[in-house]
T-cell receptor, first 114, second 114 residues
Framework: GAGVSQSPSNKVTEKGKDVELRCDPI?????LYWYRQSLGQGLEFLIY????????KSGLPSDRFSAERTGGSVSTLTIQRTQQEDSAVYLC????????????FGPGTRLTVL | AQSVAQPEDQVNVAEGNPLTVKCTYS??????LFWYVQYPNRGLQFLLK??????LVKGSYGFEAEFNKSQTSFHLKKPSALVSDSALYFC????????????FGTGTLLAVQP
């Protein structure tokens, strides 16, 4: 079946611009995560959605970062006023149900801020 | 706090030889441990997980991992390495708390020489 998809695969933007990254989770998966992979910080958690509950935003590095999940499915991660340190690969993952279930990752969006 | 450590940045092995990629963990409570693999410009692919039960876990592509509670380790192994196994390998532990987010190690680059 279809896995997690993300778009765009690559995004190059200028410092100060806003960007939107999209994630389509596996159908039927109730939990959705965003992670960031960067050279200096490794893989770090950003935000978590579970069903219709309020998201856990504890990993967002600044208030320039926000995310939403519409209809319990597609999620968009928005970065406002991008900075060079935002350059990284942004990975989305989804999980079916229980906490012990596996998180399945998308291919990621490589963001480059010039 | 939950954490995992991957003590080797890189592991080199000849094709056909057995391989081991090391991971140690520090958790409060029962550990839920995962291995993922990342090929160049790709997302993370799930290999295997330990939740409970048999200490030897078998996963995808012929990989297995041994959970050792006394040594707090969860090393990834394969009896006979292939050149195509060359990739970046991540060990992860599930965090406690409502998000069940994954906490990743720093990754180990596996290089299999023909």
């Amino acid at each position: 079946g279809a896995g997690v998809s993300q778009s765009p695969s690559n995004k190059v933007t200028e410092k100060g611009k806003d960007v939107e990254l999209r994630c389509d989770p596996i159908s039927g998966h109730t939990a959705l995560y965003w992670y960031r992979q960067s050279l200096g910080q490794g893989l770090e958690f950003l935000i978590y959605f579970q069903g219709n509950s309020a998201p856990d935003k504890s990993g967002l590095p600044s208030d320039r970062f926000s995310a939403e999940r519409t209809g319990g499915s597609v999620s968009t991660l928005t970065i406002q006023r991008t900075q060079q340190e935002d350059s990284a690969v942004y990975l989305c993952a989804s999980r079916k149900g229980a906490g012990t279930d596996t998180q399945y990752f998308g291919p990621g969006t490589r963001l480059t801020v010039l | 706090a939950q954490s995992v450590a991957q003590p080797e940045d890189q592991v080199n092995v000849a094709e056909g030889n057995p391989l081991t990629v090391k991971c140690t963990y520090s958790v409060s409570g029962n550990p839920y441990l995962f291995w993922y693999v990342q090929y160049p410009n790709r997302g993370l692919q799930f290999l295997l997980k330990y939740i409970t039960g048999d200490n030897l876990v078998k996963g995808s592509y012929g990989f297995e991992a041994e959970f050792n509670k006394s040594q707090t380790s969860f090393h990834l192994k394969k009896p006979s390495a292939l050149v195509s196994d060359s990739a970046l390998y991540f060990c992860a532990v599930r965090d406690v708390g409502a998000t069940n987010k994954l906490i990743f190690g720093t990754g180990t680059l596996l290089a299999v020489q023909p």
